[in-house]
């Protein structure tokens, strides 16, 4: 069936259902497919949470590469004002099309909840087919982390008058970078 038997096209399908997007691609592409998606929307920065996912890729020094200003340091700092946040997350959820935030950083929770445009790192796989899977997961962990976050497309609410509106409480625009493993 391909992509880790469909739990790609599933994932995508779904994240698409709530107004994301992603990309499938090999660690050699992954950088490029980051800096055009930054620069066809106009990102002229972003705070980058490192892993050694991320540093594989070498995300950081192709958007510097291409004119984007890149923090990594002191993202608290930045992550009120850079407009793109890019960090690795742990699972992806395929009838769902979320991402699943595990850990103790509070840089990647910043990056993934206040910039306008965040995109996700994720393996393919660690793309599970739905939420029992991820469940089953989480319980087979010795020990749970502190902070487990979903994150399912670009942030809604319909709070203010009854009405839609998007970026309240999170980023505009949302994308993950499926890596397919090697």
């Known amino acids: 069936m391909g992509a880790a038997d469909g739990l790609y096209e599933r994932f995508d399908k779904n994240l698409q259902a709530v107004n994301g997007n992603s990309w499938l691609c090999s660690v050699g592409e992954a950088a490029d ?21 991320v540093n ?48 103790d950083n509070i840089d990647s929770r910043l990056v993934a909840g206040m910039s306008e445009y965040y995109i996700g790192i994720v393996k393919l796989s660690s793309i599970v087919e739905d939420y029992d899977a991820m469940f089953d997961q989480l319980c087979a962990m010795k020990e749970l982390p502190s902070f487990v976050g979903f994150i399912t497309g670009p942030s809604r609410t319909a709070d203010i008058e009854c009405v839609s509106t998007v970026g ?15």
Do not use: F, M, N, W
């Open 33 to 53: 497919v980051i800096v055009k998606a930054y620069k066809e929307a106009g990102i002229g920065d972003a705070c980058l949470v490192e892993s050694p996912l």
């Open 56 to 103: 594989e890729i070498g995300v950081k020094d192709a958007l510097e590469k291409a004119g984007i200003t890149v923090y990594t340091d002191h993202i608290r700092l930045h992550s009120e004002t850079a407009k793109g946040g890019i960090c690795e997350v742990q699972c992806g959820i395929a009838d769902l099309g979320s991402v699943l935030q595990l850990g």
């Open 168 to 182: 309240v409480h999170g980023p505009l625009k949302l994308s993950i970078v499926v890596i397919a493993d090697i």
